[in-house]
């Protein structure tokens, strides 16, 4: 069984409870962040951890941790649940004001914080990298602030079934005619050696795994742009592929039924993918 964290206390799984008037669970009221561990080591622990503020700052919800001690909780859940390879879930909710209602409640209502660990041995030697992952393209029918990581996932968990219904891993969203994001990942083409990810803004969440990737591929060289590329550029890419923190740099080698490339892996995806994990493992902590 596992071991989590709430507010404060390490808990068996199955004693860590949560009220049912807590916001998160009512109003979606609440943010979170995903961090990797690889050889039992935390990566980009301090990129989360701004990210997380950011998101709270933007909510005006109040952290109830101080990063040294976050850092300590991370660390001790996976040294409790014996991981090597997997991921750290951590989520703030506004917390549990004794009743349902829509206006925050006031200060002195302690925020719930949760966190909890994953085991996937092999993480970093997913299958996936090496076939490539196939996607569909669906429309954007998110909120407006998704710079913001909340926990209100329901779009992007319909996404992730239409997709499974279409035989597929995952959707990538289109707004306007320019593709967002894919459903828990950023989404990125390469057209004649140019690497194009959507540009920053409140449509994509600000992917701690993008700005890594986007600085190693900068250091070596390789040309970026970062602006909104439409569903038809990336149909007619070399490559195309996604990032995240679960999936690092993952190949994509269909998109709505069409081949991109030459239908495998491509060579920038790889080459990213490779240095991208060189050096967070070298950086973990
Ligand atoms: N998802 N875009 C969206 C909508 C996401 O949900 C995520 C992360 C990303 C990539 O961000 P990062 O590189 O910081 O992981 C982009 C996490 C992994 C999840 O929900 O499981």
């Given at each position: 069984?596992?071991?989590?964290?709430?507010?404060?206390?390490y808990?068996?799984?199955n004693?860590?409870?949560?009220?049912?008037?807590?916001?998160?669970?009512?109003?979606?009221?609440?943010?979170?962040e995903?961090?990797?561990v690889?050889?039992?080591?935390?990566?980009?622990?301090?990129?989360?951890?701004?990210?997380?503020?950011?998101?709270?700052?933007?909510?005006?919800?109040?952290?109830p941790?101080?990063?040294?001690?976050?850092?300590?909780v991370?660390r001790?859940l996976?040294?409790?649940?014996?991981?090597?390879?997997?991921?750290?879930?951590?989520?703030?909710t506004?917390?549990?004001?004794?009743d349902?209602?829509?206006?925050?409640?006031?200060?002195?209502t302690?925020?719930?914080?949760?966190?909890?660990?994953?085991?996937?041995?092999?993480?970093?030697?997913?299958?996936?990298?090496?076939?490539?992952?196939?996607?569909?393209?669906?429309?954007?029918?998110?909120?407006?602030?998704?710079?913001i990581?909340?926990?209100q996932?329901?779009?992007?968990?319909?996404?992730?079934?239409?997709?499974?219904?279409?035989?597929?891993?995952?959707?990538?969203?289109?707004?306007?005619?320019?593709?967002?994001?894919?459903?828990?990942?950023?989404?990125?083409?390469?057209?004649?050696?140019?690497?194009?990810?959507?540009?920053?803004?409140?449509?994509?969440?600000?992917?701690?795994?993008?700005?890594?990737?986007?600085?190693?591929?900068?250091?070596?060289?390789?040309?970026?742009?970062?602006?909104?590329?439409?569903?038809?550029?990336?149909?007619?890419?070399?490559?195309?592929?996604?990032?995240?923190?679960s999936?690092?740099?993952?190949?994509?080698?269909?998109?709505?039924?069409?081949?991109?490339?030459?239908?495998?892996?491509?060579?920038?995806?790889?080459?990213?993918?490779?240095?991208?994990?060189?050096?967070?493992?070298?950086?973990?902590?």
């Amino acid at each position: 069984m596992r071991t989590v964290y709430l507010n404060g206390k390490y808990l068996p799984e199955n004693e860590a409870n949560v009220s049912v008037f807590d916001r998160g669970f009512l109003f979606a009221d609440g943010v979170y962040e995903v961090t990797s561990v690889l050889g039992g080591k935390i990566l980009d622990f301090d990129g989360h951890a701004v990210r997380l503020e950011r998101s709270l700052n933007e909510l005006g919800m109040r952290n109830p941790i101080e990063k040294a001690d976050l850092l300590a909780v991370h660390r001790e859940l996976v040294r409790a649940n014996d991981i090597s390879d997997g991921m750290i879930y951590l989520q703030i909710t506004r917390g549990n004001p004794g009743d349902r209602d829509f206006a925050y409640p006031s200060d002195d209502t302690e925020p719930t914080i949760v966190l909890f660990t994953q085991s996937k041995p092999g993480l970093a030697d997913s299958p996936a990298a090496k076939t490539g992952i196939k996607i569909i393209s669906i429309e954007d029918q998110r909120w407006g602030r998704r710079d913001i990581k909340t926990v209100q996932l329901l779009y992007p968990s319909m996404g992730k079934m239409m997709a499974k219904g279409a035989g597929c891993d995952d959707a990538w969203m289109v707004e306007d005619g320019h593709v967002t994001e894919g459903t828990s990942n950023n989404a990125y083409i390469v057209k004649d050696d140019k690497i194009i990810t959507r540009h920053l803004g409140n449509e994509i969440l600000h992917g701690i795994t993008r700005k890594a990737v986007l600085a190693f591929a900068r250091e070596a060289q390789m040309k970026v742009e970062e602006r909104a590329f439409t569903l038809e550029e990336a149909k007619n890419a070399d490559e195309a592929f996604i990032t995240s923190a679960s999936t690092f740099v993952m190949p994509v080698v269909e998109i709505d039924g069409e081949a991109v490339g030459t239908g495998t892996p491509g060579t920038v995806a790889a080459r990213l993918r490779e240095i991208y994990l060189t050096e967070s493992r070298k950086a973990a902590i």
